[in-house]
C-alpha cells in the first residue's frame, strides 16, 4: 500500500485565489513527520512546512499552512493568495519515526498552475 | 537555513562509463544521507540511505554494484553510477538531515545525468 497519496496530478487556480492540495497518509507509527516539499522547474525541492504527529495546532508558514485532520489520515496543504510564482510541483512527504537515519517518503505530487 | 551542495550539476556521459556524483553538507554534520533519483514528471524514489563509516542500505530493486555509495566523512557522500546506460538517465538527488538543527530534510539542488 502506497504510505502517501496525491490523488490531484494537477491543480490549476487563479492568482490571489487559494488552493488545497490534497494529501493522505498510511502509517502505524504513533510517531512521525509530515512535509510539504515545492519543486519547480529548476529541480530544487524547496521545503515549505512541517507537521508532526503529536503537534496540537496545524502548522503555519506565511502563506501556507497545513490542515492536519489526524483521525482521518490527512495532511493537506492550503496555499493563500496564489502567486504566479507558486506554479510547481508540490510534494507531500512522510518520515516514520524521528530518527536522523530515516528518510522522506514522496508522494506523486501534484502540478499547481497559477494564472493571472 | 542548511546547505546540501551537489557536483557536478549535470553532466553526459557515454554509455559504459562511470559517473560519480557528490553531495555534501556545508554547514552541518550529517550522519546519513539520502540519494534519491527522479524520472521526469514523477516522484523522489529513495535508492540508498548512506551511513558515515559504514555499508549503504539500498532500497529493494536498486543495484548495490552499479550505485555504489561512499560516505567517507559526516559531510561527504558519493554516488557512483558505474557502466552507465542510456536507461540510467534521470535526475539524481542527495539529501541529508541535521543531528541538532531539527526535524526539517535539506536536499541538495540535484544532478542531471544523461547517458548518451
Known amino acids: 500500500a502506497q504510505k502517501i497519496t496525491q490523488t490531484q496530478p494537477g491543480m490549476f487556480v487563479q492568482e490571489k485565489e487559494a488552493v488545497t492540495l490534497d494529501c493522505t497518509y498510511d502509517t502505524s507509527d504513533p510517531s512521525y513527520g509530515l512535509f510539504w516539499y515545492k519543486q519547480p522547474s529548476s529541480g530544487e525541492m524547496i521545503f515549505l512546512i512541517y507537521?508532526?504527529?503529536?503537534?496540537?495546532q496545524n502548522a503555519t508558514e506565511g502563506r501556507y499552512s497545513l490542515n492536519f485532520q489526524k483521525a482521518r489520515k490527512s495532511a493537506n496543504l492550503v496555499i493563500s493568495a496564489s502567486q504566479l510564482g507558486d506554479s510547481a510541483m508540490y510534494f507531500c512527504?512522510?518520515?516514520?519515526?524521528?530518527?536522523?537515519?530515516?528518510?522522506?517518503?514522496f508522494g506523486k505530487g501534484t502540478t499547481l498552475s497559477v494564472s493571472s | 537555513g542548511a546547505v546540501v551542495s551537489q557536483h557536478p550539476s549535470r553532466v553526459i556521459c557515454k554509455s559504459g562509463t562511470s559517473v560519480k556524483i557528490e553531495c555534501r553538507s556545508l554547514d552541518f554534520q550529517a550522519t546519513t544521507m539520502f540519494w534519491y533519483r527522479q524520472f521526469p514528471k514523477q516522484s523522489l524514489m529513495l535508492m540508498a540511505t548512506s551511513n558515515e563509516g559504514s555499508k549503504a542500505t539500498y532500497e529493494q530493486g536498486v543495484e548495490k554494484d552499479k550505485f555504489l555509495i561512499n560516505h567517507a566523512s559526516l559531510t561527504l557522500s558519493t554516488l557512483t553510477v558505474t557502466s552507465a546506460h542510456p536507461e540510467d538517465s534521470s535526475f539524481y538527488i542527495c539529501?541529508?538531515?541535521?543531528?541538532?538543527?531539527?526535524?526539517?530534510?535539506?536536499f541538495g539542488p540535484g544532478t542531471r545525468l544523461t547517458v548518451t
Open positions: 507537521q508532526g504527529s503529536y503537534d496540537q
Open positions: 539529501s541529508a538531515r541535521s543531528q541538532t538543527i531539527g526535524a526539517e530534510q535539506y
Open positions: 512527504a512522510m518520515r516514520e519515526g524521528n530518527q536522523a537515519g530515516t528518510a522522506l517518503i
